[in-house]
């Protein structure tokens, strides 16, 4: 690898299921190629442990940013960065992979930033090839609690409208800098159920990180990614919005904070 630096992936287990999930992973990276996808470099699977060979990402994955590193002051020009760049890339599958791609396990842990915090969206494992012509169809139900498309987990109908859900959870966690799903005094909790909770008690500043709310330009902001959130989050798919509208309305509010923070900054408001 001309002395780079590379990332490998192991099987845990060596089931027929894991050389499945890998074979897949390597068909679909292999066809993809957009700044905001980690890319393959090889393979190998004829062996006893099969192993991919990804690209080296520096900073580890959102998840670790947002819940581990708890020291570490994100900006909220930091968060819309991530915001968008998640979209876009989740967009690009929706929307210009041939087939379509639903990656079915859109979480913080695998997403994963480079030291300017540039995504790098991963694991392919559980990713669906759509069926040619068909927006919709039966799956296995695969993917992580506190993130799955409650319809896609009712139905076992998996359309991109459930990578939308996921998404709109991953944005969520980037307001609040809270768990997807977390034990609070020995009860289990969802983030998406405060959520709906702040909502319902029209108080959803109270959930929100208020190292993100501190002027009027941020508050803008937050309260259109809020509104981009609680319209990822409906309950019935075919209500959400595609990812191509919502990488368009983040990278719009994205633009309106950078004005707004530029005139600040030379005294114009």
């Known amino acids: 690898m001309d002395n780079k630096l590379v990332a490998i992936k192991k099987c845990k287990t060596i089931g027929e299921r894991e050389r499945k999930e890998f074979g897949k992973e390597i068909l679909i990276l292999s066809q993809l190629n957009h700044k905001n996808i980690v890319a393959i470099l090889g393979c190998c699977l004829e062996v006893e442990i099969p192993i991919l060979i990804y690209e080296f990402i520096s900073e580890g994955t959102l998840f670790d940013l947002l819940h581990r590193k708890c020291d ?3 900006p909220l020009s930091t968060r819309l960065k991530i ?29 994963l930033l480079d030291e300017n915090f540039v995504v790098k969206v991963s694991d392919f494992g559980a990713s669906v ?8 169809f039966l799956t296995h139900v695969q993917g992580t609690r ?11 109908q998996l359309t991109v409208r459930s990578d939308v859900y996921s998404f709109g959870v991953v944005l969520l966690e980037l307001l609040t800098r809270k768990l997807a799903f977390y034990t609070d005094r020995l009860q289990v909790r969802s983030l998406v159920a405060e959520f709906y909770s702040a909502i319902k008690e029209n108080n959803v500043v109270s959930i929100l990180d208020d190292k993100i709310i501190g ?3 941020s508050m803008d ?7 981009i959130v609680r319209t990822c989050l409906h309950m019935e798919g075919e209500r959400r919005p595609e990812m191509r509208q919502v990488a368009a309305a983040i990278e719009s509010s994205s633009k309106s904070y950078e004005k707004s923070a530029t005139q600040r900054e030379i005294g114009l408001i």
Not at 146 to 156: A, C, I, K
Not at 221 to 227: D, F, P, Q
């Open 146 to 156: 506190g993130y799955l498309d409650p319809e896609y987990l009712q139905t076992g």
């Open 215 to 217: 002027d009027e330009e």
């Open 72 to 74: 570490v002051h994100i």
């Open 83 to 111: 915001a968008q760049e998640t979209a876009e890339a989740l967009s690009y599958l929706h929307s210009w992979a041939s087939p379509i791609i639903v990656h079915s396990d859109v979480k913080t842990s695998n997403i």
């Open 129 to 136: 090839l759509t069926p040619c012509g068909e927006e919709e």
């Open 221 to 227: 902001v937050v309260t259109e990614l809020v509104e």
